[in-house]
């Protein structure tokens, strides 16, 4: 069992929708939760970032976590054709990631026009 | 403020040379990680710098090397290249803190191909 798992995807909604993003993990020492947006051919950009369980707003974004369940969440409204890309959840026991993050393998989401 | 830097952004080797990637973080920044991303394994973690020591280390063979520069500058090394190296190497740059770090953020990242 990996220690993160996402769903590869491709994911294809209609513009204007909702989207939901989500991984679970197996590691119980992990605190720190992130989420990153990439384009094709560039770097991971960082999205949200919240520490334990919880809800956490940024515009268009809301990262949830439930630690109890070992799951989180990403959710993204009025969801536009910009936002086509991978999303990857990243996760540390230490803050920041100093141990190195954990990442998933990506979801790739296409948001059609 | 400028963004982390990576140089090169592309590079070609072939078998059994060894390669240099540089990172330049973002200004102030203290802490230096550095990922390889490839299409089978996605992300994983090489190494941490943080005040040129080396505080953590992923699970990658003595092949790949780092260092971390008094201006926080970073470089990877990768001895004696095989085919599986080929992949995006990312650096994060984040400022430390007594019980870690901030947030990690990512630059361009230098596409290796070996051959």
């Known amino acids: 069992q990996k220690e993160v798992e996402q769903d590869p995807g491709p994911l294809s909604v209609p513009e204007g929708a909702i989207v939901s993003l989500n991984c679970t993990y197996s590691n119980s020492a992990f605190q720190y939760f992130m989420w990153y947006r990439q384009y094709s051919r560039k770097g991971p950009e960082l999205l949200m970032y919240?520490?334990?369980?919880g809800n956490k707003e940024d515009g268009r974004f809301t990262a949830q976590v439930d630690k109890s369940s070992k799951y989180i969440s990403l959710f993204i409204r009025d969801s536009q054709p910009s936002d086509s890309a991978t999303y990857l959840c990243?996760?540390?026991?230490?803050?920041?990631?100093?141990?190195?993050?954990?990442f998933g393998k990506g979801t790739h989401l296409i948001i059609q026009p | 403020k400028a963004g982390v830097t990576q140089t090169p952004r592309y590079l070609i080797k072939t078998r059994g040379q060894q390669v240099t990637l540089s990172c330049s973080p973002i200004s102030g920044h203290r802490s230096v990680s550095w990922y390889q991303q490839t299409p089978g394994q996605g992300l994983q973690f090489l190494f941490e710098?943080?005040?040129?020591?080396?505080?953590n280390k992923g699970n990658f063979p003595g092949r790949f090397s780092g260092r971390q520069f008094s201006n926080s500058r970073s470089e990877m090394n990768v001895s004696t290249l095989e085919l599986g190296d080929s992949a995006l190497y990312l650096c994060?740059?984040?400022?430390?803190?007594?019980?870690?770090?901030?947030?990690?953020?990512f630059g361009p990242g230098t596409r290796l191909t070996v051959t």
């Open positions: 710098y943080f005040s040129e020591t080396q505080r």
């Open positions: 919240t520490y334990s369980s």
């Open positions: 994060a740059s984040s400022l430390p803190t007594d019980r870690g770090s901030y947030e990690q953020y």
């Open positions: 990243a996760m540390s026991a230490i803050r920041g990631g100093a141990d190195g993050l954990t």
